[in-house]
């Protein structure tokens, strides 16, 4: 019988990341749920991250303290910037300097303490408004500086990024997390939700998520403000 996956899976709390972890956990990984703090406006989707750990019974949930609010330079980290409401050309005030790179560091370092053979992502290359950490040259980048940075690398064990999102769609998404029994009101994926996770309705995170149920044919479970 082959050996159980072990898996870390960052959670942040949104739909896509809820997903990924109903998708390995359905395939039978031992998940290792991790989500980072990096400073972010609101922490309800650190509470609904909580949630979803629970949820899908992981193995050990780690939340990570990464402040890359100091730094500012986003609408998602400096209260300073507002969060657009409309959609713009080219890569939005919305996008987090590094947020990525830094999250699946820190993931690496988690796995390879664990002997994880696996780090899921939701990056989605369609949905996320050009952000260069969500295509497909960033994960295969990622991988490489895994296999070369790492003593599991070294090893030839290094564990292997996987973004089972990537190439997707909202509804197809959503479709999937469905039928494998994810309970979206329990996510927050909103850039301005309250403390309550209420989501704003406007912002752009918002706007995809709405559509993604009209056109998946699904009801929209999202608690709104």
Known sequence: MAATIRSVILLSGG?????VLAAASAAGHACYALTIDYGQRHLAELAAARALAAR???REHRIARVDLGQFGGSALTDSSLAVPEAASAGIPATYVPARN?????????????????EIHIGANAID?????????PFIAAF????????????????????APLMELGKPDILRWGTALGVDYGMTVSCYQADAEGRACGRCDACRLRAQGFVDAGLPDPTHYA
């Not at 996320?128 to 497909?136: A, F």
């Open 101 to 117: 790179t830094v999250m699946l560091a820190v993931a690496l370092a988690w796995a390879e303490v664990l002997g994880a053979q």
């Open 128 to 136: 996320y408004s050009g952000y260069p950490d969500c295509r497909p």
């Open 56 to 58: 899908f019974a992981v």
């Open 15 to 19: 739909l896509d990341s809820a997903t």
């Open 143 to 162: 991988n490489a500086l895994a296999r070369a940075a790492t003593k599991a690398g070294l090893e030839g064990r290094a564990p292997i990024v996987q």
